[in-house]
């Protein structure tokens, strides 16, 4: 017989939210039962063994502590939803690729079908927990479609975006800044809200689990997501000019960032933002402004994206300026593929970009990356034989005529790069898309080093 719970709480979308963020509800509420549903038979099946689908710090850790005890991975979405009290929706939520808002706009199809399945199987009252990034409004779509018939009045949907970055989800879900929850203003949404608000009491500090309206709720996680993406794109303006006038911008962002009104997080300048969602979300609020007439609000966030494109652009630019207006046929060694360090996602990552321009030159590619290189092969392929991928930075390295480092990856950091010039063909360059290295010290090595927002230090 099953032991007996206190909740059953269901997410369906067993991704890189779904899977951290219920891994942790399981592991500080062992009196809940969790179950985590999913369409991709494989991805389930990688949650159940020993490689799980997706790299973050600390994850592996407590799936294996709770699989099997309160957390379970399944496909069998129709049991699973009529069990549950609380559903939470993780499925993607990408970008419109056709029709009305290609581009821009967010598909809806995943949340859509989701929500007609859940209808289709609950036969008992359910609380219906929007955790995917969607646009505003999205709520009242969704209970328009769970709440026809005879099920009209089963359901309440809240809004509760999840804050977390990849690479520190487990550190983030464990400690969040703050949890949100936005709720109709009902008495039916609020009781909905104070369940929701009890089970993050579980182990978040009551203080930090915030309530709102639902439609502030879905605003704030777009908005928060825009202004962070936003001071990206900010810093790598002001890196750009430093680059030309002899500031440098390590020194300018420490300055900027000890005013306590601006903090100094996200204030790194590089080759810019990746990632699924910064871009996504941002092109999805350019739409909501659109849709809404307010143009001016519109182009100032869409310049944010433009910003971010430009920034790729200028990095590969200055690699051909340097190396002599000529890219072909040289070997160059990419150091670091994930869209950042600490996880396997390279979904919009600055490398797929910048890799693709390099080899538009001419360029021979050796990738490598601690976790990303086998999802680095299935986005770009061999490419006739101009991309290896190598496990090794030291071998990557070897014979090539520059080095790029694309992702902020500690290791990189640490390498004896006396070794690596002595293997490298002369001039050796280093494009620190980065800066992580100590680029006075490569300087000394013998390296002609180009680092973001500061003058390249050159022996010619
Ligand atoms: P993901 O692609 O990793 O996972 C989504 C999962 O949903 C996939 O495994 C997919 O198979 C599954 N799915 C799709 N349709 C389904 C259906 N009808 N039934 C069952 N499963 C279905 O995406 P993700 O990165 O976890 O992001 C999910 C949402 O969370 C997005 O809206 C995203 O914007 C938001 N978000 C992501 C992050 C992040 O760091 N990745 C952080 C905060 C918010
Ligand atoms: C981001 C947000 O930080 C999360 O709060 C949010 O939940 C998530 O998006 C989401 O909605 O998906 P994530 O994309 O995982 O998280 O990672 P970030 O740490 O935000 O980094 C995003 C990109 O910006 C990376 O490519 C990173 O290298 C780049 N970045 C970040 C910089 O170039 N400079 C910085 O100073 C900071």
């Known amino acids: 017989m099953e032991r007996k719970f206190d909740k ?4 369906i979308g067993a991704g890189y939210v779904g899977g951290p963020t219920m891994s942790v509800i399981a592991s500080k509420c062992p009196h809940y039962k969790v179950t985590v549903a999913d369409i991709d038979t494989e991805k389930i099946a990688a949650w159940n063994s020993d490689k799980l689908p997706i790299y973050e710090p600390g994850l592996k850790e ?3 502590e709770a699989r099997g005890k309160n957390l ?3 496909t069998q979405i129709d049991e699973a939803i009529k069990e549950a009290e609380v559903i939470f929706v993780s499925v993607n939520t990408p970008t419109k690729t056709g029709g009305v808002g290609a581009g821009m706009a967010s598909d809806l199809r995943y949340w859509e079908n989701t929500a007609r399945r859940i209808r289709a199987n609950a036969d008992s009252p359910k609380i219906i927990v929007e955790k995917s990034t969607v646009p505003v409004k999205t709520a009242e779509a969704m209970e328009r479609i769970l709440s026809v018939g005879d099920k009209q009045g089963m359901f309440e949907v809240l809004s509760n975006p999840e804050f977390l970055a990849e690479g520190t989800a487990i550190k983030d879900l464990e400690n969040p800044d703050r949890v949100l929850i936005g709720a109709k203003e009902t008495d039916s949404g609020k009781k909905a809200g104070d369940i929701l608000v009890e089970i993050y009491a579980n182990w978040v500090p009551r203080e930090k689990i915030i309530t709102s309206n639902i439609w502030s709720s879905e605003m704030a996680k777009l908005a928060s997501n825009a202004f962070l993406a936003q001071r990206v794109s900010s810093i790598n303006t002001i890196a750009n000019l430093c680059e030309r006038s002899g500031a440098n911008i390590r020194e300018v962002s420490r300055a900027v960032g000890m005013d306590h009104r601006i903090g100094p997080y996200f204030l790194n300048a590089g080759i810019g933002f990746g990632g699924s969602c910064f871009k996504k979300d941002i092109l999805s609020l350019v739409y909501l402004c659109r849709e809404a007439g307010a143009n001016q609000e519109a182009d100032y966030w869409e310049s944010v994206v433009r ?18 207006n000529s890219m072909a046929e040289k070997r160059i060694a990419i150091f670091g593929f994930a869209f950042k360090p600490d996880t396997c996602d390279i979904r919009e990552a600055p490398a797929i970009t910048i890799t693709r321009r390099l080899l538009a030159e001419g360029a021979n590619l050796a990738i490598t990356d601690p976790k990303a290189l086998e999802e680095a092969r299935r986005a770009i392929g061999d490419q006739d034989g101009h991309v290896e991928y190598i496990d090794d930075p030291y071998k990557a390295a070897e014979k090539s005529h520059a080095i790029a480092v694309l992702t902020e990856w500690k290791i990189y950091g640490e390498l004896d ?9 002369k001039p050796a360059f280093f494009f620190d898309g980065r800066n992580v290295v100590d680029h006075k010290a490569l300087f000394d090595i013998g390296f002609n080093v180009y680092p973001v927002g500061m003058p390249a230090l050159t022996h010619f």
């Open 8 to 11: 059953r709480i269901l997410c």
């Open 62 to 64: 407590i799936v294996m």
């Open 72 to 74: 379970f991975f399944t």
């Open 307 to 324: 910003i971010n494109e430009h920034q790729k652009n200028r990095f590969v630019r200055r690699m051909v300026s340097a190396m002599f």
């Open 417 to 425: 790069y006396k070794r690596i010039y002595g293997s490298m063909e």
